[in-house]
């Protein structure tokens, strides 16, 4: 979409000798979206990038995982406790506009503390925190939703 956008914008340049205030106008506004498009597949580019470094792996022994609060570890099956699910709706404040966004964490409850994880640090969380239930013979526990509000 973005490489569209700046095609768009390149393209409207030429011819250079039929200007009008419609064309600066265009001009203009096509800049405009073609650099907030620029930003933001720059900015999904650096988020999709997790999906690269974090993760959740169920093996025999445990399960391994490298979340970005706790880096990488291993839980032994036996140290599992439970695993719980609570739906948050973040609310998200700015100089501009108000914002939510809604944030699903999965949690591995264990000896050494709480494991959280989210679709926003590994694919298909919801199927891991199901296989992990299963593995030690329980159900992902529903926690009452919760609305937390944030001020950018």
Known sequence: MAAAIVAG???????????SGEKVFFIMLAGV?????????????????????????????????????????????????????QTRLIEGHTNVWSFAYRLDPYTILNERGPFAFTGMEVRRPKRAARAIAAHIGAEVQEVAPATERQIS
């Open 9 to 19: 914008f390149v393209a409207a340049w030429f011819p250079l000798n039929s200007w």
């Open 33 to 85: 979206l073609a650099f907030a498009a620029i930003r933001s597949a720059l900015a999904m580019h650096s988020w999709i990038r997790h999906f690269e470094t974090y993760f959740v792996a169920l093996d025999e022994e445990g399960v391994r995982l490298r979340l970005p609060s706790v880096g990488e570890t291993r839980l032994l099956w036996r140290e599992i406790r439970g695993v719980t699910h």
